[in-house]
């Protein structure tokens, strides 16, 4: 089993920037395919960008040259930076894990609770 919890998120103004970040428990992490993903109230959580077990990224089209997912498996850390931001990019982040490579798909196993980004114009 992976827990998962999220920090990073705050309040900033378009064209700023952000690094999330999501600390892991529990073993074997470098085998745990994770992932980014957001939402925002009454709409579908969306896959942000996603990291296999061997680092390489994956990312949503509307992130693309933007954010960066990396990871640091003998921290058990998971992170994104977010560059050049957008209101529309405000959301609640969660990060995920999962033994299967899910890509941008939310069918994680496991989940954060989450942290909260906010973007003004």
């Known amino acids: 089993q992976v827990q998962l919890v999220e920090s990073g998120g705050g309040s900033v103004q378009s064209g700023g920037s952000l690094r999330l970040s999501c600390a892991a428990s529990?073993?074997?992490?470098?085998?745990?395919?994770l992932a980014w993903f957001r939402q925002v109230p009454g709409k579908e959580r969306e896959g942000v960008a996603a990291?296999?077990?061997?680092?390489?990224?994956s990312y949503a089209d509307f992130v693309k040259g933007r954010f960066t997912i990396s990871r640091d498996n003998a921290k058990k850390m998971l992170y994104l930076q977010m560059n050049s931001l957008k209101p529309e990019d405000t959301a609640r982040y969660f990060c995920?894990?999962?033994?299967?490579?899910?890509?941008?798909?939310?069918?994680?196993?496991?989940w954060g609770q989450g942290t909260q980004v906010t973007v003004s114009s």
């Open positions: 990291i296999d077990t061997l680092g390489r990224p």
């Open positions: 529990g073993n074997t992490y470098s085998a745990y395919y």
């Open positions: 995920a894990a999962d033994r299967l490579n899910y890509l941008l798909r939310p069918r994680y196993n496991y």
